[in-house]
């Protein structure tokens, strides 16, 4: 037994008889001390220490406390008492789940400190990270007494435990990658940093009329810049959970403005001549400028471009872009067509659209008596319009159909809005790691038309995932957290994140090291124990200890949250007067096997036997009664019922035993 266990065990002892004797004094005529942990910034790896204050403390004769911490960030290395306090004990448990529990207790007469002494300092050795130092309230896990025995009030918990917290220190952020000259209505735009150790949170700042449409808080955003945007600088600071800030990081924006992209109004055309187009200059600088539909124009890519002999009315579109800037504005006008016969021209302001979007219809009527009426309609059905040019809001590809009419004459025509499928990105995916490596594959589906950008994020970090083109795509990662999509779209629409994937990971189990006392095998492992016994799992053996009743090679593995440790020392365990058979007096066949196996015996071996099956994780899949043996020593054995696989087949004769390895195959 070692000296931790010696004192954990006198402690509970002590602490456990003193509060058996006075839970039956309840008067409550004197409230707890207030208990608090202190909260400390680490500036780097090494030593802390953490005082355990008291205001209150008054006629105290008994103190019990557990105090709960995340062992991967610190370590406990010692506790020191007050002077006062000679006898407080301390010790410390393995939860199980990443944490330690600290207990103290401490029994004498009653006893008075002024107010915020340090009844304890607890050391530590700080590594990295952030982790709450917590109180833990069960009742009787955080509790005082007087010298007389009477139990304290403590209700509610919170007024008499203050909880502590251990945070990282932090560096600058920086440098925030993004783009540094960017266009007014230039949209979904990232800036992101790499993520910061010991960081729990991320404050961004844009320059005015920029709008941070997702990741504030974590190491990523997606901005859009608004017809209002100035140039200015992102900046962003983190803070780590005890609320300690960083510097900020910051990079220079320069927000460009739009070229003039209007267009001068058309005098009416006649029927079948041609126009001249007139663009606005674009404003100071230089600018390209492409107009469209193309094959309407004698050369689409001029300031002011001539037409083709035009016949029914269109609508032309300009785009202008700026060579310096990269910017770009457009601009739309509808040429008139006067005298000829009546015709239409249905056409939509925009081919191809975002599920939900609007857009707005055009008659392009032209020719006829002037005089004009319309009916659209549309299939699916949901457009009835007598407008020249409805607004609609299709929610799938919709075929608009038009009807015009001048009183004399009738005249048809169509236009197909294509709408695009809805983007939607699912995550999905649950694992737990064990150890300090090892990585898992999240998925992530993707609805509509690749490819897709999309910003997955856990706890305060956000990655970026650009340009993907396929569906569903698999995410490596190696941290821990909960993982949800914080914002999606594909080459026109934006869309929406669904479903949720975690990632945990736990320490692997230390090797458990085994021993025989007397005929009981002893783990030193306090849970989580799989006995095993020449290489197969022993159905139900998981405690601390096990007594073997066979002959054997025994070891034992450890198995905690998923988490499988090494295996332990083995140990070569003789029963008197059962022994192994010769494997040469036994023959089985088939093997591999379907239905049944037969098991012939050597006329040496006589008497009942009984047959036992085990998968190879320890579960027993088959037990037989004693059967006696036929004059010709066979005996066949049923297995339609179990499943394809590897199994262990255990026969046992008296006093002897044999071990056979036995495959299934499937059935069919």
């Given amino acids: 037994m070692t000296a931790e266990t010696h004192l954990k065990e006198n402690m509970h002892r002590i602490l456990s008889i003193l509060f058996m004797g006075i839970t039956c004094i309840q008067a409550f005529a004197q409230n707890a001390p207030r208990t608090h942990l202190a909260t400390v910034n680490a500036t780097g790896p090494g030593v802390l220490e953490i005082p355990v204050t008291v205001q209150g403390f008054n006629n105290i004769g008994s103190i019990y406390l557990s105090v709960d911490y995340n062992f991967s960030v610190i370590q406990l290395t010692m506790a020191v008492p007050h ?78 435990y203050y909880n502590g917290m251990i945070c990282g220190d932090l560096n600058n952020p920086g440098p925030i990658t993004g783009e540094t000259s960017v266009c007014k209505r230039q949209n979904t735009i990232s800036y992101s940093v790499e993520p910061l150790v010991n960081a729990s949170s991320y404050t961004w700042l844009v320059p005015p009329g920029v709008e941070i449409v997702a990741g504030q ?14 140039s200015g600088e992102v900046s962003v600071y983190a803070a780590n959970p005890c609320g300690i800030m960083s510097t900020a990081a910051i990079l220079p924006v320069t927000v460009n403005g739009l070229p003039q992209a209007g267009i001068s109004t058309v005098s009416p055309v006649p029927f079948g001549t041609a126009a001249t187009l007139h663009g606005d200059a674009g404003g100071p600088g230089n600018f390209s400028f492409h107009w469209s539909p193309e094959a309407l124009l004698l050369d689409p890519e001029v300031q002011n471009p001539q037409t083709v002999n035009l ?28 005298g000829g016969p009546l015709t239409v021209n249905p056409v939509s302001i925009a081919d191809s659209i975002c599920a939900g979007s609007q857009v707005m219809l055009f008659a392009l009527c032209s020719g006829g008596t002037g005089n004009y009426s319309f009916t659209w309609t549309s299939d699916p059905s949901g457009l009835n319009s007598s407008e020249e040019n409805p607004i609609i809001w299709p ?19 169509n236009v197909v809005i294509f709408v695009e499928e809805i983007v939607i990105a699912t995550i999905s995916g649950t694992d737990t790691l064990c150890g300090d490596n090892g990585t898992t594959a999240l998925s992530v589906e993707l609805t509509g038309l690749p490819p897709w950008d999309f910003v997955y994020s856990f706890g305060s970090h956000s990655v970026l995932v650009a340009g993907q083109d396929q569906s569903p795509c698999n995410l490596i990662t190696g941290d821990t957290g909960s993982y949800q999509i914080s914002f999606v779209q594909n080459s026109r629409c934006e869309g929406t994140g669904d479903g949720l994937a975690s990632v945990e990971r736990y320490p692997v189990p230390p090797t458990p090291v085994i021993e025989v006392n007397e005929n009981t095998l002893i783990s030193d492992a306090g849970s989580g124990n799989q006995w095993y016994r020449n290489d197969a799992a022993i159905p139900g053996a998981n405690g601390i200890s096990f007594t073997p009743a066979e002959s054997g090679k025994y070891y034992d593995i450890v198995t905690r949250l998923s988490c499988v440790s090494d295996t332990s020392n083995s140990i070569d365990i003789i029963i008197p007067g059962l022994d192994e058979m010769n494997d040469c007096n036994i023959i089985i066949y088939p093997n591999p096997a379907k239905d049944h196996i037969t098991v012939r015996l050597s006329e040496t ?22 059967i006696n043996q036929t004059k010709s020593g066979e005996i066949s054995l049923n297995i339609n019922n179990l499943e394809p696989g590897f199994y262990l087949l255990i026969i046992k004769l008296k006093n002897h035993q044999s071990t056979h390895k036995l495959s299934i195959l499937n059935k069919h």
Avoid: K
Wanted: aromatic share 12%.
């Fill in 217 to 230: 808080q974590t190491n990523l955003i997606v901005v859009d810049f608004l017809e209002n945007a100035v």
């Fill in 83 to 160: 002077p006062q306090l000679s006898t407080f004990l301390y010790g410390e448990a393995d939860l199980g789940t990443g944490f330690h529990r600290i207990t103290m207790g401490w029994y004498g007469n009653g006893l008075t400190l002024p107010d915020f002494s340090t009844i304890m300092t607890i050391h530590f050795n700080y590594i990295t990270g952030n982790t709450d130092l917590s109180f833990h309230d069960n009742g009787p896990s955080c509790e005082y007494a007087t010298g007389q025995g009477q139990v304290l009030n403590d209700t509610p918990f919170t007024s008499y």
């Fill in 395 to 413: 929610e799938m590809t919709t075929t608009c159909f038009l009807t015009a009419s001048d009183g004399n004459e009738t005249v048809s025509g």
């Fill in 605 to 626: 071996l006589t008497g009942p036997v009984v047959f036992s099956l085990f998968s190879t994780d320890g579960r027993l899949c088959y037990a037989s009664e004693q």
């Fill in 311 to 338: 016949t029914a009315e269109n609508i032309f579109h300009l785009m202008v872009t700026n060579l310096e800037t990269g910017c770009q504005d457009d601009d739309h006008e509808t040429v008139e067509i006067t």
